[in-house]
């Protein structure tokens, strides 16, 4: 019986049968009927009364078993109870587990003073893919690349003082480090090499980031737009390459900068001033055995500094107080100026480069005499800078995540833009004072007038009182005499920055003003730590 009944319950072998076999299988029971239904096919086969019965035969009692109709009757009952109870189950397993799908990796290789995965949580391609951050420093990664199971990641990083080791397949790669240094031990170009070879996506391209790997390789692609679209358009600072020290014997005027090898961020340039330092560099560039460049020095008024993340733009105005040469190294006042359309157009035809760079920024310098040279161009490894670095790396993982969904899931959706806020801010040594200028928000896309020596326009008022600099919330412009006084109540962090814009406003000469803004700094730093 038990063998029969699983024969039964089964749906191929009842879909076997000849036609006419088990037909009350396919139709439902009418409500009241009886299970021996008269009307089934093996009631409309049994032999006349007359003849003998097999089951009479066998010793089937009369009254102790049903006929030959309600035997099969009862066991299509058995059939069909079975199949209702699995469909009934599939149903509601189909309801109760929804279909997991597998979350899509990013390799984010950076330092550890930014957390990527609190920018990606809770965030999700096309609506349906989680986005799982694995971070390292290139130092915590090794790899290994195959033609048909793609790029596969050994991952080696401390977590609170203990070493975990993660294995894993990356879906995408964003890389804020530096991929070649000139240090001994930190030349990671072949783990580059490596999620090339895996057809890894990133940003930028990872051919982009290994053509990054060394300056005057970039600064080749510089010099075509130089001779495309001409020095007024694209103003090139002049550089001479050498691949060696032996050609190195003397330059056309000084003082010069030498640039040893992937010179970067500040490091391996020096500034020689006459044809006896020259000749002493020339000794140290022969020891290092690498190429070198020179190019003029250029007597600063300030840096220029023109971002581009995806669609949105920034530039930025540095300044040196120190009085170092190098306007990254020692106290600075970095302040965020409009964005015109000639930074534009210097960053737009940087970002063609090697097929693409979806972030980039291009290095300039305004000259004494009025001049803009532009001298370097970054790519996705760049610093974010400013006070709306929070801004930028939310902007960056807009980038990530459309780029995620195009390459990965054939979903393209536009990035949304952040408003910008211009603002200033003096940065001295490590004491930061923020000055808010602007008051409000101001599109990204606009594009201010320009002065007529390509200067920047300044986010900030002239006629604003510094006691109102500190006030939250939108600035109104200030007239007349009151506009320079003074509360009795300011603190010292408000005299510092009334100090420094007394000072902007005055009308001395540029050496005398900065000489004039380096005293009183200093006596205003003085006087703010003195407790």
Same mark, same amino acid.
């Given at each position: ?87 009934? +189950? ?110 890894? &996506? +990133? ?11 060394? #300056? ?15 020095? !007024?358009?694209?103003?090139?600072? !002049? ?5 060696? &020290? ?144 929070? !801004?930028? #790396? ?22 949304? +833009? ?22 409000? &928000? ?42 320079? #006084? ?37 006596? +205003? ?7």
């Amino acid at each position: 019986m038990n063998y029969l009944r699983r024969r039964l319950s089964d749906s191929s072998f009842v879909a076997n049968l000849p036609n006419g076999y088990m037909m009350d299988l396919q139709r439902p029971t009418p409500p009241g009927s009886s299970t021996s239904s008269p009307a089934s096919p093996a009631t409309e086969r049994r032999p006349p009364p007359s003849a003998t019965s097999p089951n009479q035969g066998s010793g089937w009692a009369p009254g102790s078993a049903p006929g030959p109709g309600g035997f099969l009757s009862s066991f299509s009952s058995v059939v069909k109870t079975a199949a209702a109870t699995e469909g009934s +189950s599939a149903a509601s397993s189909q309801s109760a587990k929804p279909a997991i799908r597998k979350p899509k990796i990013l390799l984010v290789i950076d330092d550890q003073h930014t957390d990527w995965a609190k920018y990606f949580r809770g965030k999700k391609l096309n609506g349906e893919y989680e986005i799982r951050v694995e971070q390292a420093e290139f130092s915590e990664v090794n790899l290994a690349s195959y033609v048909s199971s793609g790029c596969m990641v050994d991952m080696q990083v401390n977590k609170g003082g203990t070493k975990v080791i993660r294995s894993f397949k990356p879906d995408f790669v964003l890389i804020r480090q530096h991929a070649y240094s000139m240090v001994p031990g930190e030349d990671f170009r072949n783990l580059v090499i490596g999620l090339h070879f895996g057809g890894v &996506h +990133s940003i930028n391209s990872l051919f982009s980031i290994y053509n990054f790997c060394s #300056k005057p390789w970039v600064f080749s692609q510089m010099i075509k737009l130089y001779h495309t679209l001409g020095p !007024e358009k694209f103003p090139l600072n !002049e550089q001479s390459f050498y691949p060696n &020290h032996t050609l190195m014997v003397a330059t056309p005027s000084y003082p010069v900068v030498v640039k040893m090898g992937h010179a970067y961020a500040g490091m391996g340039k020096i500034k020689i001033e006459n044809q006896q330092d020259f000749q002493d560099i020339t000794s140290v560039v022969a020891l290092t055995g690498t190429y070198a460049t020179t190019e003029p020095f250029v007597q600063s008024k300030y840096d220029i500094r023109i971002q581009k993340i995806g669609t949105n733009y920034k530039a930025y105005m540095r300044t040196s107080i120190s009085g170092n040469w190098k306007a990254n190294t020692g106290s600075a006042m970095l302040e965020q100026v409009a964005m015109t359309d000639r930074y534009r157009m210097w960053v737009d035809s940087c970002a063609e480069m090697f097929g693409g760079l979806d972030i980039c920024a291009v290095k300039a310098v305004h000259g004494k005499d009025g001049n803009d040279y532009i001298i370097e161009v970054m790519d996705s490894s760049m610093p974010l800078i400013g006070e709306h670095v929070e !801004e930028d #790396k939310q902007l960056i993982t807009e980038l990530i995540i459309n780029k995620m969904a195009q390459v990965l899931l054939g979903v393209s959706t536009p990035q949304s +833009s952040f408003p910008v806020t211009y603002v200033c801010y003096i940065h001295i040594s490590m004491t930061e004072i923020y000055v808010n200028v602007a008051g409000g &928000h101001r599109s990204a896309s606009a594009s201010p007038s320009q002065s007529a020596h390509g200067s920047p326009q300044r986010a900030r008022s002239a006629t604003t009182s510094p006691s109102q600099a500190f006030q939250p919330g939108p600035i109104p412009a200030v007239s007349g005499p009151g506009a320079q #006084k003074q509360s009795p109540q300011l603190n010292k962090s408000q005299s510092l920055t009334n100090t420094f814009t007394e000072t902007l406003k005055g009308n001395q000469t540029d050496d005398e003003a900065k000489a004039e803004t380096i005293r009183s700094l200093r006596q +205003s730093f003085a006087s703010l730590f003195s407790d």
